[in-house]
C-alpha cells in the first residue's frame, strides 16, 4: 500500500527509464550491504512448503521468478533472492555491446496496468556482463536469457554465431539458458521462430547438457507453435516461456491519443490474455512433455495460478512489480498458498495442468 499510493505516484511523473535506471543503480549500490539485505528479506520474504517443488533437477522455493528484460545488464542478482523471488532470469545479453533504440524507449500505460517496450535489446555485451557474474555464487536458481545481437549487419549465419557465442559464454554459469527467439528487434528483423533458423541455431550449439528453454511471442500463431515443435524434438529444449512482449495494440483501454508518438511492443493483462491462451495449448499438445514457465500479465495469485493449472510449473512477472511494488512477490506467493489449501492440495506440483487435462 505504500508503494502503491506514496511511492508509485511520484515516480510515475518521473520518464519510465530514468525511474528504472535509477532502481538498478540503488540496488546495485546496496547489494553487498548485509544489513540492506536482512532489511528487505524481513519485509519481502514468504516461504511455505506448499510452494516448493523440484524442476529438472533443480530445487525452487517458490514458483515465481523475475522475468528477463529488467535487469539486463546483470547488476541486482544478490538483491533479488531477497524480496522473495523463487528463481530468476537475467538478460536478454547479447554477444556484443548495444546501446539500443534512440530514448524514449519506454512508456507505462496506466489505463492497461500496461508497459510499451522499445528498448531495441540494449546490452553491455556478453564479455563484460560475463565478467560481473562469473565469480558469484547464487541464492535462487539462474536462469540467463540470450538473445541476437541488435545489429543490421548480423545476418543468416552470422546471426547464428552471435546468438551462439553468449550461450557458450554462460553456459556455465546458468542453471538453465534462455534463447530469446522471439524479440522482433533483430538485425535482420527475422525472429528465430522462424523454424528454418530455429534449426540452424540448435544444430550449431549441439549436443549440450544445459537446460535450454525457448521464450515465444504471444503473436506467435499456434501453426508456428506446430513447426516449432517438429523442429525441437531432434535438440535439448526442456521447455518454453509463454510469452513475450506484445505487438497487436487491439484491446487496449488506452486512447490513440494516449498513445502518441509510442513505438514497441506491450506487457500487462493485454499480453498475458493470449498467453493464457498458448500457454493451455502447448501444454495440451505436448501431453505436457515440455516445461512450462508462464510470463505475461500476472498480478495476483489468481492469475498465478490460472497459468499453473493451465500447465505452467513457473512463473514469471516485472510489469506487475512496477505498478505493486516488491510486495506484489509475497502477496502472489501468499495467495497460491491459500489457492492451493482451497483446493485440497498439499503441494503447487498437484496443481500444474489440473483444468487442461491431457
Not at 505516484?9 to 519510465?16: G, V
Not at 533437477?57 to 517458490?62: E, R, Y
Not at 537475467?90 to 512508456?107: D, E, F, H, Q, V
Not at 495440451?284 to 510449473?313: M, P, Q
Amino acid at each position: 500500500m505504500f508503494y502503491k499510493y506514496l511511492i508509485r505516484p511520484i515516480l510515475f511523473k518521473i520518464d519510465a527509464e530514468k525511474v528504472h535506471d535509477f532502481a538498478i543503480k540503488i540496488g546495485e549500490t546496496y547489494s553487498n550491504s548485509k544489513i540492506i539485505k536482512l532489511f528487505l528479506r524481513k519485509i519481502y520474504y514468504y516461504e511455505n512448503k506448499k510452494l516448493e517443488q523440484e524442476v529438472l533437477g533443480i530445487k525452487f522455493n517458490n514458483p515465481l521468478g523475475l522475468a528477463a528484460g529488467f535487469d539486463k545488464n546483470c547488476k541486482l542478482s544478490k538483491i533479488f533472492p531477497e524480496i522473495g523471488f523463487g528463481f530468476m532470469e537475467l538478460g536478454s545479453i547479447t554477444a556484443k555491446y548495444c546501446g539500443g533504440n534512440k530514448k524514449p524507449r519506454i512508456w507505462r500505460l496506466p489505463k492497461d496496468k500496461a508497459i510499451m517496450v522499445h528498448y531495441g535489446l540494449a546490452s553491455d555485451g556478453a564479455d563484460k556482463i560475463y565478467g560481473r557474474l562469473k565469480d558469484l555464487k547464487f541464492k535462487i536458481p539462474l536462469i540467463i536469457s540470450v538473445a541476437k545481437t541488435n545489429d543490421i549487419n548480423i545476418k543468416g549465419d552470422d546471426s547464428v554465431n552471435d546468438y551462439y557465442y553468449s550461450f557458450k559464454k554462460f553456459e556455465n554459469i546458468a542453471d538453465f539458458i534462455t534463447l530469446n527467439i522471439s524479440c522482433p528487434n533483430t538485425g535482420d528483423g527475422r525472429s528465430f521462430q522462424d523454424p528454418t533458423l530455429l534449426e540452424k541455431l540448435l544444430k550449431k550449439i549441439g549436443k549440450t547438457n544445459k537446460k535450454i528453454f525457448l521464450k515465444i511471442s504471444p503473436d506467435i500463431t499456434e501453426k508456428n507453435i506446430d513447426e516449432i515443435l517438429l523442429v525441437i524434438k531432434k535438440y535439448n529444449i526442456k521447455g518454453f516461456i509463454i510469452g513475450n512482449l506484445l505487438k497487436k495494440r487491439e484491446n487496449l483501454k488506452s486512447t490513440e491519443e494516449d498513445l502518441k508518438g509510442m513505438s514497441g511492443s506491450v506487457s500487462g493483462p493485454v499480453a498475458g490474455k493470449r498467453s493464457l491462451e498458448l500457454i493451455k495449448y502447448v501444454y495440451k499438445k505436448t501431453k505436457g512433455k515440455y516445461l512450462i514457465i508462464g510470463c505475461g500479465g500476472i498480478f495476483t495469485a489468481k492469475d498465478a495460478y490460472e497459468r499453473i493449472k493451465a500447465g505452467a510449473s513457473l512463473i514469471q512477472i516485472v510489469t506487475s512489480m512496477i505498478y505493486e511494488g516488491p510486495s506484489v512477490i509475497k502477496k502472489i506467493n501468499k495467495g497460491l498458498v491459500k489457492l492451493l489449501a482451497r483446493d485440497k492440495y498439499d503441494n503447487i506440483k498437484e496443481a500444474i495442468g489440473a483444468d487442461n487435462i491431457i
